[in-house]
């Protein structure tokens, strides 16, 4: 079973991971606490909240964070017409506006409404235009045969593939990169709290429901968004 958002920090990791000695090797990345007695409103409210702290921290910024556009998404992406981009939890922008500056018209979700405001404003700096929405992503719509490219970047622990399948255009892109599950041995994350994805899950899945796959790896390296160096699932791949 995998954790609910609101129990893992901006790293994906699991609250009590400080327990685990990794965050003895980083910078602090401090923050409260959830309450364990939070309703679920409050725990979308607590979550909004510490993402909109933590993607616009400078220190967190400096130390544990990646702001170059992820390199899966450059390569997928590289050659092709540029179209029309749904970037679902979207954070800062960092990929929004790489695709933005190479000609797309990109539209990012995410309820981290300060971060989008951060996007924006650095869109205003690159001269490029982005459509944001400061929305659950779980409410959004995402359409039917709308978007050329999906982006989902380190952007939940679901596949999204049925919304995927039916809001890309036919021949449309997704891209797809987050943790492996191996990442919750590495972690020492307790049955019950697991993330990631389990081998082939995602390149399964996607096949099944009648994706191309272009690429599929499970590599170990540096993830993207978090800089610390786990297994991860890179997947792209293309609607019929
Ligand atoms: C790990 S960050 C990744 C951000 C971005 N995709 C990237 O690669 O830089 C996860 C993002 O998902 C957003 N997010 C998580 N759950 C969400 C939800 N239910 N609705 C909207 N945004 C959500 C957070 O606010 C955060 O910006």
């Not at 980083?26 to 007695?37: E, F, G, S």
């Not at 506006?97 to 409404?113: C, F, H, I, N, S």
């Amino acid at each position: 079973m995998k954790i609910h958002p609101a129990n893992r920090n901006p790293l994906g990791e699991a609250a009590d991971d400080t327990s685990q000695g990794l965050a003895s090797s980083r910078p602090a990345v401090a923050y409260p606490l959830l309450p364990p007695d939070a309703t679920p409103t409050q725990q979308r409210e607590y979550e909004r909240g510490r993402w909109n702290h933590f993607l616009l921290d400078t220190t967190w910024r400096q130390t544990r964070f990646n702001d170059q556009p992820n390199t899966l998404l450059v390569e997928a992406v590289r050659g092709r017409s540029a179209g029309n981009a749904l970037d679902v939890n979207m954070g800062e922008g960092r990929n929004a506006l790489y695709l933005a500056q190479q000609g797309w018209q990109v539209t990012g979700v995410d309820y981290a409404d300060k971060a989008l405001a951060f996007a924006q404003q650095r869109a205003q700096q690159l001269g490029v235009s982005l459509t944001t929405i400061a929305q659950d992503v779980t409410t959004y719509a995402w359409g039917t045969n709308q978007w050329d490219l999906i982006v989902l970047c380190y952007a939940d622990e679901e596949t999204h593939v049925a919304q995927t399948y039916a809001a890309l255009k036919p021949g449309g892109l997704l891209v797809f990169e987050n943790f492996h599950a191996d990442v919750n041995q590495a972690r020492g994350i307790k049955p019950g709290s697991q993330i990631g994805f389990a081998t082939d899950e995602l390149k399964n899945t996607y096949a099944a429901a009648g994706f191309q796959i272009l690429r599929y790896e499970e590599p170990v390296g540096v993830a993207d968004f978090s800089l610390e160096t786990q297994r991860l699932v890179k997947l792209v791949a293309q609607k019929c």
